[in-house]
């Protein structure tokens, strides 16, 4: 016998608890949680002294940078494909004239190009009822 296990069978069948945590974790977390304030205090203290390490430290946790923010932009009402694709020529715009980054540029022309592929989808079904209502009639 090679000492190794069948496949598919496990040398533990029940296996670790669930909701178990690795001991090291556990003993790491209870440190944390009685220390917790004295570091928090030290840290203050020595960003008020002018550690500028301590100061960004402190700072990127109580206001980490955003994901997004809000983006004003004057597009025009989507009611066609027409009128989305003219919203992505001043996205366009916008990022060339420096209103827009392109990462929210970018975000905001693939919101208009799906509601072009939705306007497409709308047409395709509609084509597809006419179709399906001539084969019906004799």
């Known amino acids: 016998m090679s000492g190794k296990f069948k496949p598919g069978t496990s040398g ?10 690795n001991k090291v974790s556990v003993e790491l977390d209870a440190l944390a949680e009685q220390t917790a304030p004295y570091v928090l205090k030290a840290a203050i203290k020595s960003a008020l ?3 500028v390490a301590a100061q ?11 994901k997004g923010r809000p983006v004003r932009i004057n597009l025009p009402t989507v009611e066609t494909a027409a009128d989305a694709a003219n919203g992505i020529n001043r ?3 916008a990022i060339a004239e420096g209103e827009l980054s392109p990462e929210e540029g970018a975000a905001l022309a693939g ?6 592929q939705h306007f497409e989808l ?4 509609a084509r597809l ?3 399906e ?6």
């Open 111 to 116: 919101i208009l190009e799906r509601r072009i």
């Open 12 to 21: 533990n069948p029940k296996g670790r608890p669930k909701g178990s945590r």
């Open 122 to 125: 709308l047409e395709h079904e």
């Open 129 to 131: 009822a006419k179709l």
């Open 133 to 138: 209502q001539r084969e019906e009639q004799p």
């Open 49 to 51: 002294a002018g550690d």
């Open 91 to 93: 996205v366009i715009a």
């Open 56 to 66: 960004k430290l402190i700072l990127e946790r109580l206001w980490p940078a955003r």
